[in-house]
């Protein structure tokens, strides 16, 4: 054979031999990229599950307290009714005696008593507390 050939046979062999060197060694790197990447998925894993099972019970806490504040919401507007219609009756019976003194003490004082009184449960309640003042 010829010199040439063989030494072009010998460099071919050795770029052959480096280019295997170099797929193994990407593949050997590729290995441990993969396995690095399960294990973070792994670890990911365990923390995440803990704190979504702590998530789900601060949400479930904070639906129980939204629950309890509406109750607690709604009592609230049922006595503020109960004041509202307290302060309502005072109106009247205010409306009732300014009638009944302003007349005299009569009978017609107590029927005027009685309009007045019909007219302040007629007006709208910000017309009521402002005639009760």
């Not at 460099?11 to 294990?39: F, G, H, N, T």
């Not at 995440?48 to 709604?74: N, T, Y």
Request: hydrophobic letters at 50%; glycine letters at 6%; zero cysteines.
């Amino acid at each position: 054979m010829e010199p040439i050939l063989i030494v072009a046979i010998v460099v071919l062999a050795a770029a052959m031999a480096v280019s295997v060197a170099a797929l193994i060694y990407i593949a050997l790197q590729m290995y441990r990229a993969q396995k690095d990447i399960s294990e973070f998925i792994a670890a990911t894993r365990m923390e995440l599950i803990p704190a979504l099972r702590q998530m789900q019970q601060a949400l479930g806490e904070m639906d129980s307290a939204a629950h309890s504040m509406r109750e607690k919401l709604e009592r609230a507007d049922k006595i503020l009714r109960t004041v509202e219609h307290v302060l309502d009756g005072t109106t009247l019976a205010v409306a009732m005696s300014r009638a009944f003194k302003s007349s005299g003490g009569t009978a017609s004082g107590v029927i005027e008593g009685i309009k007045e009184g019909l007219k302040a449960i007629r007006k709208p309640a910000g017309e009521r507390k402002e005639a009760g003042k």
